[in-house]
């Protein structure tokens, strides 16, 4: 596998790779690395879609990316997905997906034309004192100090950053800024989350942060996230005859390390203490685990309370989504609270990510990221309006008509004094196809789920539907005397407690992600937001696509280029944007430097005066 640029290898099409006619592929999961793997199957790598077998525990594809009515509880979306116009590998993929409204556009068409036709941007980003415009003005509120904390993370090299938390390199003067609000909440990052992570996005995204105050630089689909990305691809894989099997839950991999059966065949429990006399077993065998051959033999599954095994030669490649933002995620109802329990041991993908990762070192460390859920968890609830007595309060804030099925808040509206950190939006209408027009289906969460709110008096994960309505319609400005009543009879809302929603952000080193494929893999890839790619950013639609355009064209030889990051980090331009953009619009020159830096600045910048370089400079704010 390699890596191109440049539209002569966008738009050309791979020979058929030798062999692949006598290959089958298992995939396990739903989500979108996992059907994005499935996709690249049959589209680049040319396998026949009858040989290609997905495996999924629930009822439903899709994974975190999912939009349902539920009977008897009402719309649930347990997240939102904030996509950019330099997702390379996804926009790759969708231009091959037809679109599930008319099959002779595709899924990039449909997408294209609406972001151009409908540009998304924010005209309220934030709100205080219950609906009152936050009054950021689009400011970062950045001193000196806090920027140049954000240049020596930007900086600083991913080693020294291991383990390390935002907290070590941010202070007041950055944690207390509108660009942390902006950030912290458009992201999801806590002050305890990973500093590599933080300075990972800020490189990959340094392009998008002159768009971060009003959400120009996001684009958005046209309904939820299912059947927007998730049902397209399914019904493309459909009609190519790959078998899906719903389910059916993946137990365990077994795997042969080094050609021999070593002890890692004994992983056959969920105890802990197996998993780890098992891993300890390993690293004695192998403490580096670097080309040794590693074969995928076996998938134990269950099915209709059966377990069952599949057994694996060379030919069977195995393609493994390991971990799971929502796993464990519970649903709650307009009079019930999701549930939490911070004891229970993690299931789904994570249970199966133990297993795998007691056989080798390089198949990573799962309790790195699953093993705090106080710090990984916030909730999500979908407020669905019955009526028309809640709108006017919405349209206040955002000053839209929301009912034009155009852009409606355009991302986020932050609550900045709300105790649960809650922020909320609204994407265009109607969300789901078959949603009345009358109704509105409104996207609320709260990062600090243990926090009493400020109107009902709980923690928001002890909270009812009922109740999150309550506080959100309070920080809309709604008076106290109608809230009760709107909030029981004129909207349904569905809480969704997600114990591991950010648990990629935790603080990790190099390893604790296993690589997509690992050194010595011979049949076998990992997936998704806990697979390790070097070339791009986690919680987003791109990476997850990106591991499984990666995976198949490692394993089946593909010979095409995988897509390459949008190189705006190496881009002086946008470096030169981002400088002062978030001075807001300060040139460099008006910061405050100590005399021998500011003396030496004053030579350099007469040194350029009159070249290009200085040209440069000028154009883009900087002198």
Request: with cysteine; proline share 5%.
């Amino acid at each position: 596998m390699y890596y191109s640029s440049g539209n002569y290898e966008a738009f050309a099409r791979p020979k058929k790779p030798a062999g692949i006619d006598h290959k089958s592929a298992y995939i396990i999961g739903t989500g979108l690395g996992a059907l994005t793997a499935a996709c690249y199957l049959v589209r680049d790598a040319q396998m026949p879609g009858s040989h290609i077998h997905i495996l999924e525990k629930d009822p439903v594809a899709g994974g975190a990316c999912d939009g349902a009515d539920i009977p008897g509880v009402g719309y649930v979306m347990r997240g939102g997905r904030e996509m950019d116009n330099h997702f390379e590998v996804m926009w790759d993929l969708f231009r091959s997906i037809p679109s599930i409204e008319d099959p002779d556009i595709s899924v990039l068409d449909e997408y294209y034309w609406l972001n151009k036709e409908d540009p998304n941007y924010s005209l309220c980003r934030s709100t205080k004192n219950r609906g009152q415009d936050g009054g950021t003005d689009g400011k970062f509120g950045l001193s000196d100090k806090a920027a140049t904390e954000i240049m020596d993370l930007f900086f600083t090299p991913d080693k020294e950053l291991a383990n390390r938390p935002i907290t070590d390199f941010f202070d007041d003067e950055v944690l207390n800024s509108n660009f942390w609000m902006y950030w912290r909440t458009m992201f999801a990052f806590e002050n305890w989350h990973s500093a590599l992570e933080m300075k990972l996005y800020i490189r990959r995204y340094i392009h998008h942060i002159a768009g971060l105050p009003d959400f120009s630089a996001l684009r958005f689909t046209r309904y939820n996230q299912y059947e927007s990305m998730i049902l397209p691809m399914q019904r493309y894989l459909e009609a190519h005859g790959v078998q899906f099997h719903f389910d059916t839950k993946v137990e365990n991999v077994v795997f042969e390390v080094g050609g021999g059966e070593g002890p890692h065949r004994a992983v056959t429990g969920t105890g802990q203490d197996t998993i780890q006399r098992i891993q300890q077993a390993a690293f004695a065998r192998n403490p580096y685990s670097t080309s040794t051959k590693k074969v995928a033999r076996r998938i134990t599954v269950t099915h209709a309370g059966e377990i069952s095994n599949i057994d694996l030669t060379e030919d069977d490649l195995v393609f493994i989504t390991n971990g799971g933002c929502v796993e464990n995620s519970t649903i709650g109802a307009q009079d019930k609270p999701a549930a939490w329990d911070p004891t229970i041991r993690p299931g789904g993908g994570w249970d199966m990510w133990r297993r795998i990762a007691a056989q080798d070192p390089s198949f990573g460390h799962p309790d790195k990221f699953c093993g705090d859920p106080e710090k990984s968890n916030w909730m999500s609830a979908t407020v669905t309006t019955l009526d028309g007595e809640i709108v006017p309060y919405i349209q206040k804030i955002c000053h839209r008509d929301p009912f034009t099925g155009h852009v409606v808040t355009g991302g986020i509206v932050t609550c900045e004094d709300s105790g649960w950190l809650m922020s909320w939006t609204i994407n265009r209408q109607q969300q789901f196809r078959d949603q009345p027009k009358d109704q509105l289906c409104v996207w609320v969460y709260g990062l600090f789920t243990d926090k009493p709110g400020d109107y009902v008096k709980k923690a928001m994960r002890d909270c009812t539907g009922e109740e999150i309505c309550q506080e959100w319609l309070y920080h809309l400005g709604v008076p106290e005397d109608k809230i009760v009543e709107l909030a029981a009879n004129h909207a349904n809302t569905v809480p969704v407690m997600m114990p591991y929603i950010t648990a990629f952000f935790m603080p990790r080193e190099a390893g604790d992600r296993p690589d997509v494929v690992p050194d010595g893999a011979v049949n076998f890839a990992f997936l998704g937001q806990f697979a390790e790619t070097p070339r791009d950013t986690i919680f987003t639609t791109e990476y997850s696509m990106r591991t499984g355009m990666e995976a198949v064209y490692t394993l089946c030889d593909v010979d095409r280029g995988v897509p390459e990051v949008w190189g705006s980090v190496f881009d002086v331009r946008d470096l030169l944007m981002s400088s002062v953009k978030l001075r807001d619009g300060e040139p460099i020159t008006s910061m405050k430097l100590p005399m021998v830096e500011r003396i030496a600045l004053k030579e350099v910048l007469k040194k350029v005066e009159g070249t290009d370089i200085a040209k440069l400079l000028k154009e883009y704010g900087a002198i």
